[in-house]
């Protein structure tokens, strides 16, 4: 799907970018503060700055696509990326058994003052995509409450939007397969309908890597 006429997107987004206020401290950890996003790793401050200013053409994108929807919701949102996946690991949710999931490539998690946006840099293929997929996340429990949302329609909205890219100056695209999914689909078949609609969020990350790629895959495609 293609929006077209983004006219006012990079005049704004290069305004935000003016409010980058770059520091590093002595253990090796950056940070980069923009208009919108406060964003600190070990990383390196480039890779920082290029995620700070993805999240802020990306936020600007959704807002002249969707004007009516709450882009803050009041709270600030922190991003933290790690270098790799290594560093990342002892910070991943666990699974019930005490085991780190490391199916996971970023996290949202809310808070009443502060979100986090977690993940590390290069874990997947377009690495930004998970960067695009967590901000949804925000965005939908700022605008409607992630609980009240039932996991097929969250996580199909965020991988929706996770393929996320501009094709011009004028134009952006969203909506194209994230990789791998349609073969998955062909490969595994559709998850029964009973089970995928009563799936829970526990039960959706309770499940193993596969079974939980394939949700995402299935949520995507509905």
Request: hydrophobic content about 45%; proline content about 5%; some cysteine.
């Amino acid at each position: 799907m293609h929006f077209q006429s983004l006219t006012k997107l990079f005049l704004t987004v290069l305004v935000a970018l003016w409010c980058f206020v770059p520091a590093r401290g002595a253990d090796g950890w950056s940070q980069v503060q923009s208009k919108n996003f406060f964003v600190i790793g070990d990383a390196g401050a480039g890779e920082l700055s290029r995620t700070a200013a993805r999240l802020e053409q990306f936020r600007e994108a959704v807002r002249q696509m969707f004007p009516q929807l709450k882009l803050d919701g009041g709270v600030r949102t922190n991003v933290i990326l790690f270098k790799d996946a290594a560093a990342y690991a002892p910070f991943k949710p666990k699974r019930t058994d005490g085991s780190i999931d490391s199916s996971v490539t970023g996290f949202f998690v809310a808070g009443e003052d502060v979100n986090y946006i977690t993940l590390a840099v290069g874990e997947k293929p377009g690495a930004f995509g998970t960067v695009f997929h967590e901000y949804i996340h925000f965005l939908l429990d700022a605008n409607i409450g992630r609980s009240d949302l039932p996991p097929w329609l969250g996580e199909g909205l965020a991988e929706y939007f996770e393929t996320f890219q501009f094709v011009d100056d004028q134009r952006v695209m969203v909506g194209s397969p994230p990789p791998g999914h349609l073969a998955l689909l062909r490969q595994n078949g559709l998850i029964p309908f009973s089970a995928f609609l009563a799936a829970t969020n526990a039960s959706v990350h309770r499940g193993t890597g596969e079974s939980r790629t394939l949700f995402y895959a299935q949520s995507w495609a509905l």
